[in-house]
């Protein structure tokens, strides 16, 4: 089976690009550093090729073993793109980058982290109040509005950002407290995968804000938080990254989008949540007994469970 180097890698930077423009962009990254010292065609590379490359590129990098790591893994999911067309052709084909058991990469002392100056990705609930009083929603101001409903929404149910910035009106279910997501590419980082939209619940206190903020857009768009230059597109992710960036300098502490994820997840365990039910609240991958049970209740007794362990009550 003859295979073309430059077309298969076109090929898989497409599908990556159907999950979020940060996956296409990464991978293409990755693959340009390997295939720069590796020059070879695609399907000549051997094991012994990819451990060369390890030895004398990327492990020299001073980078972390965790990204180190990332990067092998990424190679790994190039190549059984390759081994899936052979198999297709019902050709054998083996994966040429060992996996950490054969190969690993040298640990340096950076890579170990010390406790005593890590950083936490969680935020307390006055900072989280902090944020939301720095974009308190100002009359006519539909920035101030747009960015209160995002950091609200995010806050209040630990969605990821590509998962909130995609939201279109027509998935967002007042009635019944909850939005569905996952079906805009770049917001596809698990729907991809399990086929099956993933449901957030919000609090009835963000009930007011929610629809004075729909009432009170300019545009007409399909998206609930749409692009400045386009109604027809959500906000991008360059946009979110620099609106949490520019409220961070301007509260004074750092965060991310992802702080937020991380927040709720660790109150909801601080108020009895077991593991299983933040997972499959949070809608993550679980394999518990409980998240098994979870991922088979109704929505009222998802949502009913969401009230129970929602952990910012008292100042939302």
């Given amino acids: ?44 590379i051997t094991v012994f090729d990819v451990i060369d490359y390890f030895d004398n590129s990327l492990d020299k990098e001073e980078i972390k073993m965790t990204t180190k790591n990332t990067r092998r893994y990424t190679l790994k999911a190039f190549f059984n793109h390759i081994r899936k ?11 040429p980058v060992p996996d950490r058991d054969i190969y690993k990469f040298t640990q340096q002392s950076s890579d170990i982290a010390r406790q005593s100056t890590k950083i936490l990705p969680i935020l307390t609930k006055d900072q989280l109040k902090q ?9 006519f101001h539909e920035n101030h509005i747009r960015n209160y409903t ?67 857009r300019h545009m007409n768009s399909e998206f609930l938080f749409y692009s400045p230059r ?33 927040t709720i997840i660790t109150n909801r365990i601080k108020l009895g949540c077991s593991e299983g039910l933040s997972e499959g609240l949070a809608n993550h991958k679980g394999k518990s007994v409980e998240w098994e049970s979870y991922i088979e209740l109704t929505i009222p007794e998802k949502r009913e469970l969401y009230d129970k362990y929602f952990p910012y009550e008292k100042f939302i």
């Fill in 131 to 139: 944020i939301l009083d720095y974009w308190t929603p100002i009359p």
């Fill in 150 to 216: 995002m950091f609200l929404l995010d806050i209040c149910t630990g969605a990821r950002i590509s998962e909130i910035r995609t939201l279109q009106l027509k998935d967002i279910n007042i009635a019944e407290r909850y939005f569905e997501t996952g079906f805009i590419k770049d917001a596809r980082k698990t729907t991809s995968r399990t086929e099956e939209s993933l449901l957030f619940f919000f609090p009835v206190q963000i009930l007011p804000a929610l629809e004075q903020y729909i009432k009170k």
């Fill in 85 to 95: 067309q052979h198999l297709q052709e019902g050709l054998l084909y083996t994966n």
């Fill in 230 to 262: 386009n109604k027809n597109k959500p906000v991008s992710h360059e946009l979110a990254q620099s609106i949490a960036k520019f409220t961070s300098k301007k509260v004074g502490f750092k965060f991310t989008w992802h702080y937020f994820r991380k």
């Fill in 1 to 44: 089976m003859s295979i073309n180097t430059d077309q298969t890698i076109t090929n898989y930077l497409l599908e990556t690009f159907k999950r979020s423009t940060g996956s296409y962009n990464n991978n293409k990254s990755i693959l340009k550093h390997f295939f720069n010292y590796i020059n070879k065609p695609v399907d000549k």
